[in-house]
């Protein structure tokens, strides 16, 4: 399967737990996680970045690669590859989208497809596995 896009579930610690990321679709009707087409010449990991630093204004730490997520987008087939980022800073965003910091239930709530409630879920799951605890995260980053 030949990746045609990558994309983030980026988090920051508040509180001791992780918040998620979630924006606005491109048509501000659904809420998703960054993700968009691999460019040409690009790898999956500096387009999932390029992404979340368009669609959101962050920049962000990847700790992990994710399952593949495969469905179909307006007749076209995509395969996405997802990375868990860790918010590291924050910078202009290209794009006007909405954007906001939920909880792992809330986010899985608010999110409109299933890839991306796949995606989030993982996730959420690597950071609870981690032996030190997702509160062991620098937490110097916003």
């Known amino acids: ?9 980026t988090f920051r610690m508040a509180d001791r737990r992780p918040l998620f ?3 606005s679709s491109s048509t501000g009707v659904h809420w998703v996680l960054p993700r968009g087409h ?4 690009e790898n999956a990991e500096a387009a999932a970045l390029r992404e979340l630093r368009e669609e959101a204004g962050l920049t962000g730490r990847i700790l992990a690669p994710l399952s593949l997520q495969c ?8 395969v996405a590859q997802y990375y868990l980022v860790h918010a590291v800073a924050e910078t ?9 910091w939920l909880d792992g239930e809330a986010a899985l ?9 796949r995606a989030l879920a993982e996730g959420a799951e690597w ?5 030190s605890g997702p509160t062991d995260i620098d937490r110097s980053a916003i």
């Open 1 to 9: 399967m030949k990746m045609t896009h990558a994309g983030t579930v």
């Open 21 to 23: 990321l979630v924006v």
């Open 38 to 41: 691999i460019e040409a010449g």
């Open 71 to 78: 469905f179909e987008k307006s007749g076209e087939k995509v």
């Open 92 to 100: 202009q965003a290209m794009e006007s989208r909405t954007a906001q």
């Open 109 to 117: 709530q608010v999110l409109s497809f299933e890839e991306g409630r």
């Open 127 to 131: 950071l609870a596995r981690q032996k």
